[in-house]
Antibody
Framework: QLQLQESGPGLVKPSETLSLSCSVS??????????WGWIRQSPGKGLQWIGN???????NYNPSLKSRVTISVDTSKNQISLDLSYVTAADTAVYFC????????????WGQGTLVTVSS | QSALTQPASVSGSPGQSITISCIGT?????????VSWYQQNPGKAPKLIIY???NRPSGVSNRFSGSKSGNTASLVISGLQAEDEAVYYC??????????FGGGTKLTVL
């Protein structure tokens, strides 16, 4: 059974860079069939798609975050990473990683999510 | 990109059917059959219940069904049960190769 697990600091200072990892177990991240993405949810709010990456490192980002976001894949560790720079309180959210099958909207496996608070 | 438009809340009694709408544009819902629906319970990750407009993943009850007409996608839950109470989100692919979510709909089972 595939499992995704997010990890990273729970507290980040304003203007700094938020860095998270998503470790994938039970399946290879190198499969060309899937995309790996990040989605966030501010407290009490809805879901926001941040971006995704494929096994080759090709990325797509939410235009509203594009200037601050980098998503990458580390095949040696079977994990993907998220960097979000120049964070503000508005970036406080639960961050989820998820897998989507290419050519479909079938986003079947999600991590449990990790809360990141931006505060000094 | 603007979020897809969903009603903030819907309600229904056990056994009834409800419909949640998801209004997009010709740049997302209206053009692509890559619309999915998620069910989210408090403190949990979203759970996929419909993908590619009408398809149900294995293990999802056939009381959940999806459809699309023009720029509007819909989720129907029939035979409402107390366990269906949750927040539901729609999601669509867009013409600029991104994905956009709806604002979410809180379903209350009376």
């Amino acid at each position: 059974q595939l499992q995704l697990q997010e990890s990273g600091p729970g507290l980040v200072k304003p203007s700094e860079t938020l860095s998270l990892s998503c470790s994938v177990s039970g399946g290879a991240i190198t499969s060309s069939d899937y995309y790996w993405g990040w989605i966030r949810q501010s407290p009490g709010k809805g879901l926001q798609w941040i971006g995704n990456v494929d096994y080759s490192g090709t990325t797509n980002y939410n235009p509203s975050l594009k200037s601050r976001v980098t998503i990458s894949v580390d095949t040696s560790k079977n994990q993907i990473s998220l960097d979000l720079s120049y964070v503000t309180a508005a970036d406080t959210a639960v961050y989820f990683c998820a897998r989507r099958k290419g050519g479909t909207s079938w986003r079947d496996f999600w991590g449990q999510g990790t809360l990141v608070t931006v505060s000094s | 990109q603007s979020a897809l438009t969903q009603p903030a809340s819907v309600s229904g009694s056990p056994g009834q059917s409800i419909t949640i709408s998801c209004i997009g544009t010709s740049s997302d819902v209206g053009t692509f059959n890559y619309v999915s629906w998620y069910q989210q319970n408090p403190g949990k990750a979203p759970k996929l219940i419909i993908y590619d407009v009408t398809n149900r993943p294995s293990g999802v009850s056939n009381r959940f069904s999806g459809s699309k007409s023009g720029n509007t996608a819909s989720l129907v839950i029939s035979g409402l049960q107390a366990e269906d109470e949750a927040v539901y989100y729609c999601n669509s692919y867009t013409s600029v190769r991104t994905w956009v979510f709806g604002g979410g709909t809180k379903l209350t089972v009376l």
